[in-house]
């Protein structure tokens, strides 16, 4: 599975809070990025919970 998040992110950092293990704020574009090209099997569902509380509709899983 991996995680994408587009520019229509907010930099709210919900994500970060949720699953600092896979999500980190780039202070220098002001929006948040996945630190993984895949998703580590144990993360998978915090991270399809952070996709769904995203409010801008940033995050898009692939399977």
């Given amino acids: 599975m ?3 998040i ?3 992110c ?3 950092r919900n ?3 949720l699953c600092p ?3 980190e704020y ?3 574009q002001l929006l948040s990025i996945v630190k993984f090209d895949e998703i580590p099997k144990h993360l ?3 991270v399809r919970q952070a996709a769904a509380e995203c409010g801008a509709n940033a ?3 692939e399977e």
């Fill in 44 to 46: 998978e569902a915090v």
């Fill in 6 to 8: 587009s520019k229509e």
């Fill in 21 to 23: 293990e896979v999500f």
């Fill in 15 to 17: 994500c970060n809070k």
């Fill in 2 to 4: 991996k995680a994408v």
């Fill in 10 to 12: 907010m930099g709210d």
């Fill in 26 to 28: 780039d202070e220098d």
């Fill in 59 to 61: 995050i898009t899983i």
